[in-house]
């Protein structure tokens, strides 16, 4: 069935240290593929959205490229802050529903000063 | 532009009792979604609508909760009976269409 998989439960990095969250997918079709970050106490906020037309987003400084290949849409930023902790959670608009909008687990980001 | 509501921030109930969430979606926004979100994982997919109609609720856990959508407009998710397993954020998300999801900041729900 329809997936989003992020491995990666907690990430701790020092500021201006590069991040790398991954995130694979698994659907037919042609998804709209979405990285959304949630602060503590509310509620998921979209960060950058990527469809098969344009295949990259950015937003803040931080990257995702949609690789159909390799099923991937993994975020990047070159160099965090602390204001960067968050959790982020990679994020998929079915190929052949566009109504369902399904996440993975999330990845919690800290960033130490 | 005001974002989507939802109420109760929090609730608190004993197992076996009943609560409803209610959610204020953005103006002009046909599809409405209900999530939950258990502690330090990411939001799961219970039911969605588009206007007044059920989409699928083929997520919804069990017959004890219940949504509903009757004018298009404002929903309502309802648990009768709750669980301890119950116990996570229910969040509520409009779009327009296919566009980005827009969220409230959730009903924190706590059975004991």
Redesign the interface.
């Known amino acids: 069935g329809d997936s989003v998989i ?1 491995m990666q439960g907690q990430v701790t990095l020092s500021e201006n240290d590069f991040l790398f969250i991954n995130c694979t997918y698994s659907t037919t079709g042609y998804p ?1 593929l ?1 990285w ?1 970050v949630q602060y503590s ?6 960060l950058l ?1 990527v469809t098969t037309a344009n295949n990259k987003g950015s937003s803040r400084g931080f990257e995702a490229t949609y690789d159909k290949g390799t099923t991937s849409f993994h975020l990047q930023k070159t160099s965090v802050q602390e204001i960067d902790s968050a959790v982020y ?1 990679c ?1 998929m ?1 079915e190929g052949t ?10 990845t ?1 980001l800290h960033v130490l000063p | 532009e005001a974002g ?1 509501t939802q109420s109760p921030r929090y609730a608190v109930l004993q197992e076996g009792q009943a609560v409803s969430f209610w959610c204020d979606p953005i103006s002009g926004h046909d ?1 409405l ?1 209900w ?1 939950q979100q258990p502690r ?6 219970l039911v ?1 609508f ?1 206007d007044e109609a059920v ?2 609720n083929s997520q919804l856990p069990s017959d004890r909760f219940s949504a509903v959508r009757p004018k298009g407009t404002n929903s309502t998710l309802k648990i009768q009976s709750a669980k301890q397993g119950d116990t996570a954020t229910y ?1 509520c ?1 409009s779009s327009g269409g ?1 566009g ?7 009903s924190k729900l706590t059975v004991l």
């Open positions: 992020q709209t979405f959304y106490g509310e509620g998921p906020q979209l959205q959670y994020a608009r529903n566009a109504y369902k909008v399904i996440f993975g687990k999330g919690h | 989507v599809t979604y999530y330090d994982q990411g939001p799961q997919l969605y588009r989409i699928d969040l998300a296919a980005q999801l827009y969220f409230g900041e959730g």
